[in-house]
């Protein structure tokens, strides 16, 4: 179909002239574009398209037949247009093609659907197309996924320089050869040096052009060390005029064969912290001595002492439980917002999956009517070689076992802010059966491993009460009882109504509580617990919460065969002394 001439001079831009062939040749050139992927565009001066490859249907939609004559830009997008049009014009005007037309353009063209790809054009002038004058070709490659992907990596890039800024600790990397590669803005303020000025050069350049206390100290610690290794603590001067207490860790970092690529030195400044254990040392000493002199009037002032102790330790177990309470909502509320994305993207990719199997059947069945047999045998061969049945009924398992991971997700956060909302500071009607199971998918981490949770929930009315208090009686129970289940066990929690009064049962086939311990239990500071692992608050604070609602707890236990607590509560609107 066309024959193209080069110029005689290597060194010299391409410039091609296209002359019309014999029918054998153009039925060959026609087969072989037939075949392309890639679109092919013969542009003339006026910027309409003389001519379109068969492929520019598949690619973006568009008939060939039907653009010959319409105006590039009815495909191009504004700025691709004027850069087109100024490489052209360039072009024409000196029958040779610019820098511009010789190198790829970077283009955004609009699909017939609407959508914007991103296309890589290599462009030739054409001196004379079929004797109407100047034209360009153009082929397009469609680059839309590599810059999706070069934009999503630049952006990780730039991502994870803002996190590496933001730890407080300075951070440099070298390579092999002792060259620096990067720093954080932690290191630039200790050694006083912007990064850009020290990247490509050693730590010895550093300390010859700037002396400096700190670069010193380093050149100094990697003179002595090879490979992995820890400084103790360390006294440096940091280039504001300030000594700093120091640890300094040395990593290497290798590439995916193993092979060592430098090293990553990590400077942690622990003068704060170095001041804090001094202080507290102190401050240790200084209660030792306190509570030498306390003990001496010991004797006198044990009851008030005593009830001192236990109301400060339930504030502060209050303060604590209300401090937890404000971050597990903080926590719940921001694993929510992206789990309704992620179950939204999870529903619309099992569409997507159902229209693209839906589309893979139809393409099966017209390959099965196809009269080219090794063409079929050939997609038959692809297809058993790549699962697609296999993949096909397994993907959308795999969505439908997604979507109900996510729907636990979301019923897990819904019982932690349950658990923690505020509201539950308010003294008002609650329904007992809720801030039960609440509190068992609260905890569930603790009981899934040595116990079945056994539920028996009774229909029941409402108690009055702060909802949070009750759920924090019952997560006292509920940790006590799988703490005494040794290995494997049960829990059974049931509910009931009677006279009045709403029961909540909690029953363990634990060790159970020895005779001796059990009118103990409910005291504060008494834990049959190692040191460490109990203050001995817990019954304590749940037995007073129950009594302030107007109900009472009560404990049955054989040893070796388990332990039952029974919460009673009255009520809301029920009076009791009638």
Not at 65 to 77: E, H, P, V
Not at 102 to 128: F, K, N, Q
Not at 455 to 479: R, T
Not at 555 to 562: A, L
């Amino acid at each position: 179909m066309a024959e193209m001439l080069k110029n005689s001079d290597p060194f010299q831009p391409k410039v091609f002239n296209l002359k019309i062939m014999g029918n054998n040749e153009e039925v060959f050139l026609e087969s072989i574009l037939n075949h392309l992927r890639d679109v092919i565009l013969v542009i003339k001066k006026d910027m309409s398209i003389a001519w379109a490859s068969p492929s520019i249907f598949s690619e973006w939609g568009y008939e060939s037949g039907k653009l010959i004559g319409t105006d590039i830009n009815m495909i191009l997008s504004p700025y691709a247009a004027r850069t087109f049009m100024k490489a052209f014009d360039e072009a024409v005007s000196v029958n040779v093609p610019p820098p511009s037309i010789e190198m790829p353009l970077e283009l955004s063209v609009t699909a017939r659907e609407g959508s914007t790809l991103w296309v890589e054009a290599r462009c030739s002038l054409i001196s004379d197309f079929n004797g109407g004058g100047s034209a360009i070709v153009c082929c397009c490659r469609d680059t839309s996924l590599r810059k999706l992907i070069d934009d999503t990596m630049q952006e990780n890039i730039s991502l994870l320089q803002i996190l590496i800024d933001s730890i407080p600790d300075a951070i440099f990397i070298i390579d092999k050869n002792g060259y620096i590669e990067g720093v954080n803005r932690s290191f630039e303020d200790a050694i006083g040096q912007p990064g850009a000025t020290l990247t490509g050069k050693t730590l010895k350049d550093m300390g010859n052009s700037s002396p400096n206390e700190l670069i010193s100290w380093l050149n100094t610690i990697l003179a002595n060390l090879e490979g992995s290794a820890k400084v103790s603590l360390d006294q440096v001067m940091y280039a504001d005029g300030e000594i700093r207490d120091i640890v300094f860790n040395m990593i290497p970092y290798l590439s995916s064969s193993g092979e060592s690529l430098g090293t990553i030195g990590i400077i942690y400044d622990v003068t704060e912290r170095k001041r804090l254990e001094t202080s507290l040392r102190k401050e240790t000493n200084e209660l030792k001595i306190a509570r030498e002199e306390l003990s001496k009037k010991n004797a006198e002032l044990e009851a008030a002492y005593s009830e001192l102790k236990e109301t400060q330790a339930q504030i502060l177990q209050q303060e604590k439980m209300a401090s937890i309470g404000q971050l597990a909502a903080g926590v719940a509320h921001e694993i929510n917002n992206p789990m309704g994305f992620i179950s939204s993207n999870l529903s619309s990719l099992s569409k997507y999956v159902d229209k693209l199997s839906d589309f893979m059947t139809t393409q099966a069945k017209l390959a099965d009517t196809c009269p080219d047999g090794e063409m079929k045998c050939e997609l038959e061969e692809k297809r058993k070689k790549l699962k697609i049945d296999f993949i096909q009924g397994d993907i959308k398992d795999l969505i439908v076992e997604s979507i109900e991971g996510a729907e636990r997700v979301k019923k897990i956060v819904q019982d932690l802010k349950t658990f923690s909302r505020n509201d539950q500071l308010e003294y008002k009607e609650s329904d007992i059966n809720e801030c039960m199971e609440s509190t068992i998918n609260i905890v569930w981490n603790e009981l899934k491993y040595k116990a079945t949770v056994i539920k028996e929930y009774g229909d029941i009315p409402f108690v009055k009460c702060f909802p949070q208090q009750i759920n924090q009686v019952f997560m006292n129970i509920l940790v006590n009882a799988v703490h005494a289940i040794e290995t494997a066990g049960e829990i059974r929690v049931k509910t009931w109504d009677e006279n009045g009064w709403v029961y909540a049962m909690i029953s363990d086939n634990g060790h159970g509580i020895p005779p001796e311990n059990l009118k103990k239990i409910f005291e504060p500071f008494f834990t049959t617990k190692e040191v460490g692992k109990g203050t001995g608050l817990g019954l304590s604070i749940t037995y007073d919460i129950v009594r302030k609602h107007g109900g009472d707890i009560s404990v049955k236990s054989e040893q070796g065969k388990g332990t039952t607590f029974t919460v009673r509560l009255p009520i809301a609107g029920v009076n009791l002394d009638e």
